[in-house]
């Protein structure tokens, strides 16, 4: 900790120390001190996972993510055949309201043609 000391006076010509307090931490130590974390968390990682109950976690998600990836294609495929029946329903909405426009249009331009 260090401390800026500046000081102040007063109108009256008295003078007041005004301390002000600040924390610095050099670049150094920081970079040192997050260096070593790393390397004791990579070091922990390493030793847990080349252990017995590390290869265990390992297979358990290696078999998690497989059975994921299988869920998700399955979930994947429900959704585009949803869709692509959602969107072949609609394509023929869209057809039938034509052709009934048009037929509408037809016997309107027929009756005028009739007058």
């Known amino acids: 900790m260090t401390e800026d000391k ?3 006076t007063d109108q009256s010509g008295r ?3 005004k301390i002000k307090k600040k924390i610095i931490m050099s670049s150094n130590n920081t ?3 997050t260096f070593l974390l790393g390397a004791a968390i990579g070091v922990s990682a390493g030793l847990y996972l080349n ?3 590390g290869k265990d976690m390992r297979k358990k998600l290696a078999s998690k993510a ?6 998700i294609e399955e979930k994947v ?3 585009y055949e949803n869709l692509k029946t959602k969107v072949s329903s609609a394509s023929e909405s869209v057809k039938d309201a034509a052709d009934t426009a048009k037929e509408m249009a037809n016997k309107t331009q027929n009756k005028v043609n009739s007058y």
């Open 6 to 8: 500046t000081w102040k």
């Open 15 to 17: 003078s007041k120390l």
């Open 31 to 33: 970079s040192a001190l």
């Open 51 to 53: 252990s017995k109950n």
């Open 66 to 71: 497989g059975e994921l990836e299988s869920t």
């Open 77 to 79: 495929q429900k959704a």
